[in-house]
Nanobody, 123 residues
Framework: QVQLVESGGGLVQAGGSLRLSCAAS????????MGWFRQAPGKEREFVAA????????YYADSVKGRFTVSRDNAKNTVSLQMNSLKPEDTAVYYC????????????????WGQGTQVTVSS
């Protein structure tokens, strides 16, 4: 099973940008579809973005479409989430997720998870 470690979270003012990264262990990173989810205090974990094995297809939640961009570098075993025009409602713990067999937008589509990185957007 792939091990995932997120980085890049922090505190930013509304309207600012952050870039999250997720580093994956192993030599079969290109065999995994990757996703980003987030969980705000008192709320369910929700889908943010996903990218297919080769990077040719992406999905976004409506709430982030046009502001966030997911990308991957299979040579470096990393997936990134560029977040622009951040809003206070984007505040959450952001999780990286992976799955070898499924590519979707729900929690059950991903079998491996990182520990998360906190993103806080101040107004």
């Amino acid at each position: 099973q792939v091990q995932l470690v997120e980085s890049g979270g922090g505190l930013v003012q509304a309207g600012g940008s952050l870039r999250l990264s997720c580093a994956a262990s192993g030599r079969t990173f290109s065999s995994y579809a990757m996703g980003w989810f987030r969980q705000a205090p008192g709320k369910e974990r929700e889908f943010v973005a996903a990218i297919s094995w080769s990077g040719g297809r992406t999905y976004y939640a409506d709430s982030v479409k046009g502001r966030f961009t997911v990308s991957r570098d299979n040579a470096k075993n990393t997936v990134s989430l560029q977040m622009n025009s951040l809003k206070p409602e984007d505040t959450a713990v952001y999780y990286c997720a992976a799955d070898r067999n499924r590519f979707g937008t729900t929690r059950t589509d991903f079998g491996s998870w990182g520990q998360g990185t906190q993103v806080t957007v101040s107004s």
